[in-house]
């Protein structure tokens, strides 16, 4: 094996293990951020269903949907950022574009689902956006750097 052979693979294995470290810590972040939202819409749904007179399961069950819509949309960004990560030690340029295209299709993906909820299904629209917005605050929340926040994790 040639000099330059040996210099390659050893730049390729503290790659592969520089990405599988930040696999790793890439993976419980994503983790904490779904069950937080999970976590908020399942209270939101349950906030609208004590404190609604009238429709309770309805108001409910949209809000529900507004959060789930959240969570599909954070799915959605992990598995692109997942690619895109992996991508970035080989191709920087065509990890940032994975990055645009997935803004793209987040951006399309919020009015396709609220759409479906708002139009075809008939949720309630208030419920609907509230549970949205409280799961999307949640995902901020979520993926905000803990360490640059001072907090400790």
């Known amino acids: 094996m040639s000099t330059s052979e040996t210099d390659g693979a050893v730049k390729k294995s503290a790659n592969s293990s520089a990405a599988s470290s930040i696999d790793k810590g890439f993976r419980g972040k994503a983790q904490r951020v779904v069950i937080a939202q999970l976590s908020m819409t399942l209270l939101v749904a349950t906030v609208f269903f004590g404190v609604s007179a009238e429709e309770s399961l309805w108001k409910a069950l949209s809000a529900g949907y507004g959060g789930l819509s959240s969570v599909?949309?954070?799915l959605v960004s992990i598995g692109g950022f997942k690619r895109a990560n992996a991508?970035?030690?080989s191709d920087p340029k065509q990890?940032?574009?994975i990055l645009y295209i997935g803004a793209v299709v987040r951006f399309a993906a919020v009015i396709v689902l609220l759409g479906i909820g708002l139009g075809l299904l008939k949720l309630d629209a208030m419920a609907v956006f509230i549970g949205f917005a409280l799961a999307q605050a949640s995902y901020l929340m979520g993926v905000r750097?803990?360490?640059a926040a001072g907090s400790p994790d």
Do not use: H, Y
Request: hydrophobic residues 65%; positive net charge; without cysteine.
């Open 72 to 74: 599909v949309l954070a």
């Open 145 to 147: 750097d803990r360490k």
């Open 95 to 97: 990890s940032m574009m």
């Open 87 to 89: 991508i970035a030690l």
